[in-house]
């Protein structure tokens, strides 16, 4: 391409010098149709190159780059040093007079390089690797212009390694600008499998634009979020399946709807609000994600109340009117959503005996909350089982009084929960109990005379 072009948004696929006149002939006009040979004796524009860590650029000004792009690491761990010092020990013999500060060390440095190495790091080679990430975001934040722009991609379809990439991201003070797909290389669709390159087998990468954050983010709830995501989301779709023959794969769309949406969290990093108090961390963010494209899919079940904590929508969704579920079957239900049996145990909503998840009775959740703890319920999930609990005949828990309780603070999503319950309970004594809790819970909030006051996040939740 030659000459300077005016920053365009166009479909990323390969076109003709021909094709391209009728879609934008002003950008055809900045281009010659034809490939032209590069040798290395070319003249280039002037440019300085150096070799060392990207957590220490030492040698760049601060606030001095238009333009940082780079491609991370991946969330798992290759060996990139090992395999460079193939290559690196040949190219030292002939180098390492002409650049001994590059090549006088007999190998690549191992020290700094940003992957989860067990060998190295043997006490939490994640967190090393989560550190390291940041610490060269923040290194890259130092030497952009306020107007920079921090550019990567990332070629994985699986979620744990992006709670990594993404935590460091904003933490170093970046929120993404814009996502672009685009055709991914076909090189790299082995790139699943053990001992080989490449990224998951995906048609589209995703191009995250960055820029600094210079004001603190905006307040958001969840649900407001999730719906304007899911409008942007739907409209992004309709445009590429428009260029397609028969649609596109679910990897495809999973990696496009995520960019999207993570285009939205990124700008409110650290202010979206599951209820009044609680903000959501960005591996709770992914789930969410993620359930924007398993909500459409799944038409034949009711889906759990959008408004839900996205922890709590995984749960429901797993197991529906169900409940027990095998292991194995559980483990296939969860695998991608980097959410584990585990975490449901851990919350008390389950517990796992001869390779069989079983859910937690309402009634004995609401006793162990009232006669032992009567710690602060703030889960959604938490509230209901409760209150459900307290429905259930010979309870001896005036459900009228837990709601009246300080420690039970209603969530946004409490009411629409008791209702899917009612219709969506694994049994007819859950279902009875949800039924009462419904009825309840309607007489305890026509009797408050304090509404959400205004200006509240969540008044559109409120008055659902």
């Known amino acids: 391409m030659h000459g300077p072009c005016p920053p365009r948004s166009i479909d990323q696929r390969f076109l003709s010098a021909e094709g391209l006149i009728g879609k934008d002939a002003a950008l055809a006009s900045e281009i010659s149709g034809k490939s032209e040979k590069v040798y290395p004796a070319d003249p280039v ?32 761990l290759l060996h990139y040093s090992e395999l460079s010092d193939f290559f690196y020990v040949w190219l030292r013999l002939v180098l390492k007079d002409k650049y001994p500060a590059y090549f006088d060390a007999e190998y690549t440095p191992k020290s700094l390089e940003a992957v989860a190495n067990r060998a190295r790091e043997p006490e939490n080679p994640d967190a090393f ?4 990430l940041t610490l060269c975001w923040r290194e890259a934040h130092r030497v952009l212009k306020p107007g920079g722009i921090l550019a990567f991609t990332f070629h994985h379809s699986e979620d744990e390694p992006w709670v990594a990439v993404l935590e460091s991201l904003f933490e170093a003070g970046y929120y993404l600008e814009a996502t672009y797909p685009i055709r991914s290389d076909e090189t790299k669709g082995e790139g699943s499998k053990p001992g080989t390159f490449g990224s998951q087998t995906i048609e589209y990468d995703i191009v995250h634009v960055c820029r600094k954050r210079t004001e603190e ?13 899911m409008a942007d989301v739907r409209q992004l779709q309709a445009m590429l399946e428009n260029h397609a023959k028969e649609g596109l794969p679910a990897a495809d769309l999973q990696v496009i709807r995520r960019g999207k949406a993570l285009e ?3 700008r409110h990093y650290g202010r979206v609000y599951v209820d009044e108090e609680r903000t959501i961390s960005v591996k709770e963010a992914l789930v ?21 904590e996205p922890i709590t929508r995984q749960f429901l969704r797993t197991f529906g009117t169900a409940n027990e579920l095998k292991r194995d079957q559980l483990q296939k239900f969860l695998k991608g959503s980097i959410t584990t049996p585990d975490e449901f145990e851990q919350r008390g909503w389950g517990a796992e005996k001869s390779k069989v998840f079983t859910r937690v009775n309402p009634l004995d959740f ?33 459900a009228s009084d837990t709601l009246k309780n300080e420690n039970f603070k209603p969530h946004v999503a409490l009411k629409p929960l ?8 694994p049994d007819q004594a859950n279902r009875n109990a949800a039924s ?29």
């Open 288 to 308: 969410g994600i993620n359930q924007l494209i398993d909500d459409d899919a799944d038409t034949g079940k009711e889906p759990p109340p959008v408004n839900a």
């Open 45 to 76: 524009s002037p440019a300085e190159v150096f070799c060392g860590s990207s957590t220490e650029l030492t040698n760049v000004e601060t606030g001095s780059l238009d333009l940082v792009i780079t491609d991370p690491p991946f969330g798992g």
């Open 418 to 425: 008791l209702e899917w319950l009612h219709r969506n309970g």
């Open 264 to 266: 939205y969290f990124s």
């Open 366 to 398: 609401a006793r162990d909350w009232s006669g032992k703890h009567r710690r602060r319920l703030t889960s959604d999930l938490d509230q209901a089982l409760v209150l459900i609990g307290a429905c259930f005949d010979g309870s001896g828990i005036n």
């Open 129 to 132: 690797y989560q550190r390291l």
């Open 436 to 464: 009462r809790a419904v009825s309840i819970y309607n007489a305890w909030a026509a009797s408050q005379t304090v509404k959400p006051t205004q200006g509240s996040l969540f008044e559109e939740e409120y008055e659902l």
């Open 217 to 229: 983010p905006k307040p958001v709830s969840w649900g407001r979020m999730r719906r304007e995501v």
